[in-house]
């Protein structure tokens, strides 16, 4: 994806705007400086343990603005609809959109709805986008130096694994939700909290290993992260030792990675545990002159290795 975005879109449509890369465009218009974004979401299934696909493309869109220091306000919502879909399954889906934009706190204010032939979608397809008011501008890959922390908001890879339970119809000895939440109530309290926060991600595609990897990649800096202190739940952990899976590549929909500068981890991880999306807050990592355009892991027993950026798909269809 990441070789199919700099070799063809990139080389055809890019601009400096584009090629920031990140979660959300800023844009200027007159005095007010806003955040625009878009996603689609093809979850396969479209229901599973702690959400759906209505729910999890609100939250996804509401919170690739948040991670850009910006407030959401509004949102599209496009539907595709394969033909013959079962309309409670639809008005399942709105009424579950209707209650995540309510919790955000955004508004649905325009919108599209195409139905296709028999098999020419699965199910249904949902594409948003979003704008939201820049309250905290300057977060930048570029402000990102040595000796700055990096901090998770909760446990890895919860939405992979409750995806691929109902999928493949796995279970596992402790239930598996997914974190698929709203997280610009959160990070609003984090970057009241502190001055030092310099960049956000949120770990969706390819997991915590694949964001902290394109955060290095610019190779000014390298990223070490410790084994010891990754949060990940028992239940996710007995499916990543049967299936063969690392939690650092597991896909989270209600998850954030912060990069501050030193000295504010404490009031940090106090506003984070403030709010029930960041009750396992913890500093998992911390950036380094060492192994720059890398990220390694310290691993338990005491070792290192480089963790590299996921290739291929570890699980199909997730988000």
Do not use: W
Not at 158 to 182: C, M, N, T
């Amino acid at each position: 994806m990441h070789k199919l975005i700099d070799s063809l879109f990139m080389r055809e449509l890019g601009n400096p705007i584009l090629r920031e890369k990140k979660d959300s465009a800023i844009i200027k218009i007159g005095n007010k400086t806003l955040a625009f974004t878009t996603d689609s979401y093809i979850v396969n299934p479209i229901f599973f343990p702690g959400g759906d696909i209505g729910s999890l493309a609100v939250y996804g869109t509401v919170n690739d603005l948040s991670v850009c220091g910006a407030k959401p306000l509004f949102i599209s919502l496009g539907i595709i609809i394969e033909e013959g879909l079962d309309k409670t399954v639809l008005e399942r889906i709105v009424r579950s959109v209707k209650l995540a934009a309510k919790e955000a706190g955004v508004k649905i204010v325009t919108g599209d709805t195409k139905v296709v032939e028999k098999g020419a979608c699965d199910k249904i397809f949902i594409n948003t986008s979003g704008i939201g008011e820049v309250y905290y501008p300057g977060l930048s890959v570029d402000r990102i130096s040595p000796g700055d922390s990096v901090i998770l908001s909760g446990t890895m890879g919860g939405h992979a694994i409750s995806v691929l339970s109902e999928r493949e119809g796995i279970s596992f000895s402790s239930k598996v939700k997914s974190d698929s939440a709203p997280l610009n109530g959160l990070i609003a309290g984090v970057l009241k909290a502190s001055d030092k926060i310099k960049f956000m991600r949120d770990p969706t595609r390819g997991g915590a290993a694949t964001t902290l990897n394109e955060m290095a990649a610019n190779g000014k800096f390298g990223i070490s992260i410790d084994e010891s202190r990754l949060p990940v739940t028992e239940g996710v952990r007995a499916a990543c030792e049967l299936l063969g899976f690392d939690p650092l590549y597991l896909a989270c929909e209600g998850r954030v990675i912060i990069v501050a500068g030193k000295g504010d981890e404490n009031k940090i991880l106090r506003a984070m545990k403030k709010d029930p999306f960041g009750k396992r807050a913890c500093i998992i990592g911390r950036i380094t002159r060492n192994y720059r355009g890398k990220v390694y892991l310290n691993t338990a027993s005491g070792g290192k290795r480089i963790v590299g950026m996921l290739t291929g798909e570890q699980l199909p269809r997730i988000c």
